[in-house]
């Protein structure tokens, strides 16, 4: 029987074949474009603003003022990617915050929310839309009766197309990302309906 014995030689560093290093990919974004395209529109609906409901039990006149609450206004987007082109690696679309549309033209023209962003990703994102001033009424209520406030207003809901350009810095190369946006484009055409009822009735 013949025994054979090997040994592994011990490899230092400096003599390991070099291996190639991942490259580090970084990205900006250095254009983005809003645009409409087949099934993409506004749309219109109604929201319900928090109601008011102000007794007088007394015999005489009652007076209160009532502050119409537009606080409760929410901004809503949520980017949708078109996925039939796979993303480059590295390419995290969600990490960017971006200016969304704030109002449409007639000419395909648009303007952006300047003083907020929200991030180029899917999950739908609110902020407070911070509609500026406030309605105060200043009302009467008759003896033995009740009035009640309530209010609306028109929220316009945008779907639309949009075209993202991001560069790696590193290798200059350039990626289009397209997809559609869903969000809220405006609030407008408030409406405060004052209705007076008997206090123990339910009738007008």
């Known amino acids: 029987m013949l025994l054979f014995s090997c040994s592994k030689e011990n490899v230092s560093p400096e003599n390991e074949e070099p291996q190639d290093q ?5 990205y900006e974004l250095i254009d983005l474009k809003y645009f409409l395209a087949d ?17 007088n039990t ?12 537009y606080d409760e206004l929410m901004m809503k987007s949520k980017f949708m990617i078109d996925t039939e082109s796979p993303l480059s690696e590295g390419l995290v679309p969600d990490t960017f915050q ?17 003083k907020k962003t929200f991030p180029l990703t899917a999950g ?10 406030d309605e105060t009424l200043h009302l009467q209520i008759p003896p033995k009766s009740r009035i009640v406030v309530t209010a609306k207003i028109d929220a316009y809901l945008l779907k639309c197309s949009f075209r993202a350009v991001f560069k790696d ?6 990626d289009t990302v397209m997809g559609k946006w869903n969000g809220t484009l405006r609030y407008n055409n408030s ?8 206090l123990a009735g339910k009738g007008k």
């Open 98 to 114: 971006v200016q969304v549309p704030f109002d449409w033209y007639g000419d395909g023209s648009y303007g952006v929310y300047t």
């Open 39 to 55: 099934g993409d529109g506004i749309d219109t609906t109604i929201v319900k603003l928090p109601d008011f409901e102000l007794p």
């Open 22 to 26: 991942p490259i580090v990919r970084d």
């Open 124 to 133: 739908i994102k609110e902020e407070p839309y911070g509609m500026t001033g």
């Open 191 to 198: 409406v405060v309906r004052i209705d007076e009822y008997p």
């Open 169 to 174: 810095r590193t290798t200059g190369i350039r």
């Open 58 to 69: 007394g015999n005489t006149l009652a007076k209160q003022d009532v502050k119409v609450n």
